[in-house]
């Protein structure tokens, strides 16, 4: 992207999203963001207004919104949707007309709007499912062991459908767990790592299913973002789909432990897997990522220690400002 080029981020001030807002605003892009409610995200929204972004408040699956929207971008990124692998078995028919019809609904205001704009799609790993052999590279058949990973999948035919039809420019990241600061308290869907730290900065109990020992492949937020900025300058990533991880494994119960160490509060507590989480966990997943590595010459570069401390104190810094802003409300 050049230094005028427009973005659109469609999920622009969710959890992801407002950290993919922040770069393209740092970097000098000119930038739009859809939110599907405003109020829910009144703050970000002004802050962002401020430093010139516009925002629109839209769903996904709102034709007319989306044609506004696409109008003369460059590049759109796709950030909205359901989340979750359990609450999708709870509510497939959300999951399914959020993330399916409401990606065909973006793809053809491109279709009749915006040919020459790219979309970049943000994938899961949970499309992969269980797999013997890792880490998981990009050409392993996938396994998905959900609605919402079937959905994701089903998103990818489209884009190649549209692509081969229409000509419409896109790449995939199929991301593995991010974290970091953003994620709204109380979140539970996605973003286990958040929602350890601020059970343990509360001093509360963290739930760890079964032993712990399953490993997962954790990525800084910072880290995903510049995967994501990469991707849509990248002509070479057009069409194709790339893991967007850290690369490393990590045991649940060593990240549990870490966390607490680093807030200085909570405890660990073992718990039996709920009937449907344990029916479609995916055991161990860590990300091949060579393919973006070699590319696109992306790598991650916050390391797990580093990425936990600075989340943690991103965490007490907003624990501390509202505690003091409560105790001036007191006062006055």
Same mark, same amino acid.
């Given at each position: ?29 000119? /930038?739009?963001?859809?939110? =599907?409610?405003?109020?829910?995200? +009144?703050? &970000? %929204?002004?802050?962002? *207004? !401020?430093?010139? @972004? ?43 007309? /959020?993330?399916?019809?409401? =990606?065909?609904?973006?793809?053809? +205001?491109? &279709? %009749?709007?915006?040919? *020459? !704009?790219?979309? @970049? ?212």
């Amino acid at each position: 992207m050049s230094a005028s080029s427009r973005a659109l981020v469609i999920g622009g001030l969710g959890f992801i999203g407002v950290n993919l807002t922040e770069r393209l605003v740092a970097e000098g892009r000119s /930038v739009t963001v859809v939110t =599907s409610s405003r109020a829910r995200h +009144a703050d &970000r %929204a002004a802050a962002f *207004e !401020a430093r010139g @972004v516009r925002i629109i408040e839209g769903d996904l699956r709102d034709g007319g919104a989306m044609a506004t929207a696409v109008a003369g971008q460059q590049v759109v990124f796709n950030l909205a949707g359901e989340s979750g692998a359990v609450r999708s078995m709870e509510d497939p028919w959300t999951d399914l007309d /959020v993330n399916c019809r409401g =990606s065909l609904v973006l793809l053809e +205001a491109l &279709r %009749a709007g915006n040919r *020459e !704009a790219k979309l @970049v799609f943000v994938g899961s790993r949970l499309q992969y499912g269980r797999q013997a052999i890792q880490p998981v590279g990009e050409e392993q058949a996938p396994d998905p062991l959900c609605v919402h990973a079937i959905h994701k999948l089903t998103v990818e035919k489209y884009l190649r459908l549209y692509g081969s039809l229409f000509g419409l420019r896109y790449t995939i990241a199929r991301a593995t767990n991010p974290y970091g600061p953003g994620q709204p308290e109380g979140r539970t869907a996605y973003g286990v790592v958040n929602r350890l730290i601020q059970l343990a900065l509360a001093g509360g109990t963290l739930p760890i299913y079964g032993d712990g020992t399953q490993r997962r492949d954790y990525i800084h937020v910072d880290d995903l973002v510049s995967a994501l900025a990469g991707l849509a300058t990248s002509s070479s990533s057009d069409g194709r789909a790339f893991n967007v991880g850290s690369g490393e494994g990590t045991r649940m119960i060593d990240m549990a432990n870490a966390i607490i160490q680093l807030a200085g509060g909570g405890r660990v507590e073992h718990v039996p897997w709920p009937a449907l989480a344990g029916q479609i966990e995916t055991g161990d997943f860590v990300a091949d990522i060579g393919r973006i590595q070699r590319e696109l010459g992306w790598t991650p570069r916050v390391t797990l220690a580093d990425g936990l401390e600075r989340t943690i104190s991103h965490y007490k810094s907003q624990l501390s400002s509202l505690k003091a802003h409560r105790t001036m409300r007191v006062e006055s």
